[in-house]
């Protein structure tokens, strides 16, 4: 996809190109995730334009499938067998990301560079589902799930019907710290809004779409 937007950017005169890609993005990376990022990077690489690229950690916001999953989660069960607990994440609110695509649309320093984003805190995957239970009220006890137990979860989600809740891709990729590996570039303009800040108000049913949403997500629609 990032090769076919590239050509017809060329092919249309479109001269300046924003490629949002991951944290963690190598196309020598150890799932197909992040080879698949690291393979597009390089595509808009390729391309005659003026490119800028983004690497966001996780993003939340009212209607993700991040922090809302979590919640959905402990709202109908009891127990969670958790993979990969101690992954680590430093979650980007949805609108941060936006505006620092918006900082640099006219900064000409900003061609060819590549930028990352992250919240200003990192957490476990287990301290954001704990978060969770905190902000709705419910706590489901969480069973920490060893590697041979968790791809055995992932591949049983794999086969179900439905969107799969965590597939084996998504634990290789949780192999790797999802973190910012330097401060934001100041050009950005950003001063990152927290998950306490933020997810409380949609989390708590503020945002009736957003948990309809993760239903439907579950359901496999």
Known sequence: MPTKIA????????????????????????????RS?????????????????????VVFGAEDQFLNKFAFLQRIFPVIPLAMPDAKFQPVYVGDVAKAIVNVLDLDAANGKTYELGGPSVYTLEELVRYCGDVIGRHASIIRLPEALARMQAMTFELAPGEPVITRDNLDSMKQDNVLSRPLAPELGLEPASI????????????????FDTFRASAGR
């Open 7 to 34: 050509a017809a950017c060329e092919g249309k005169g479109v001269h300046r190109l924003i490629h949002l890609s991951a944290l963690g993005a190598d196309s020598n990376g150890r799932s197909m995730y992040a």
């Open 37 to 57: 990022k690291g393979d597009g990077e390089k595509a808009v690489h390729a391309a005659n334009l003026a490119w800028t690229v983004f690497r966001p950690s």
């Open 196 to 211: 306490e800040t933020i997810a409380p108000v949609y989390l708590t049913g503020a945002s009736a779409r957003s948990r």
